[in-house]
Structure formats: structure tokens, C-alpha cells
């Protein structure tokens, strides 16, 4: 909640420069600044403390972060499914009542608040529920329909 609540107050310009003022206010430091997919270790108690992100061309696409995982990162035991169905759920809940409903939903897979300079995504995966904050530009060329779809 902590991450959201600060992402949905940044300033975002869109930018790679972004990033690390984001990560300092966040307490995370950029261990490996080069190429387009810097590594973020996170404060999180999770398994796999590390936010993902996607640079490209000066631009943010996203930065991915655990919120919670599964007890083993190389393994997903059956029984820690339900556990990690719960922590979406609650997350989606606190969520919601910090950022309203959200703008669209994924068959309970995936919870996205569409915010005037970031889009805040919640989702549930094999294994994780991740926080995703992904730029308002790239996310505009995810929902752009695929010519294929058209046929």
C-alpha cells in the first residue's frame, strides 16, 4: 500500500528520469543503472525483493514489483495458492478504497487503476501477486487493438 500510495502522489513526467527520484522516495536504491532493465532491490518481505522495470528510448514503460510470493521462488507449492488468492484480494480491497474503483478488472487476475500520470496495475500471477506502475504511453500501446483482432 505503501508503494501505491506514493506512486499515485508522484509527479510522473512519463521519463526515465523518473526512476530513480521514485526510488529514493520509495527507500530503493539502482544497483545496475545500465541497459533498459535496471535492477531495484526492493525493502519488501518477500522472496524475491526486486522491482522490474522497462526503459525505453528516455521513456518509462514499467516498473513490476513482488508484493507477496510464493514460499519457494523455484517452486510453487499447490498450498500456497489460496494464501496468495487472499493477499490479492485484500490488496485489491485497500486499493480500491485508496484509489476508488478500479478502471478496469481481468476475470480477478488483474486490478488497474488508470490515474492522470500512471497507471497502477495489481496482479495475480503464478506464484506472486506483482504491483505494476506502468507508464500512461506504453500502457496506451497495450490497449491499442491488434490489427490481427480486426480480421
Known sequence: ????????????????DDVEPFCAASGWEIVEKEGRSPV??????????????NLWKRRMDYLSIYVTDA??????????????EACFADLGRALTETLNAPTRHDVDKVLRWD????????????????????GRQYQAELDEPDIEDDD
Open 71 to 84: 514460499a519457494a521462488p523455484d517452486s510453487i507449492p499447490l498450498e500456497d495458492e489460496p494464501e496468495l
Open 40 to 53: 531495484i532491490p526492493t525493502d519488501l518481505a518477500v522472496n524475491r525483493p526486486l522491482a522490474t522495470i
Open 115 to 134: 490515474l492522470s500520470e500512471i497507471v497502477i496495475r495489481l496482479r495475480r500471477g503464478i506464484g506472486s501477486v506483482r504491483l505494476d506502475l506502468v
Open 1 to 16: 500500500m505503501r508503494v501505491a500510495r506514493l506512486a499515485a502522489e508522484f509527479d510522473w513526467s512519463g521519463k526515465v
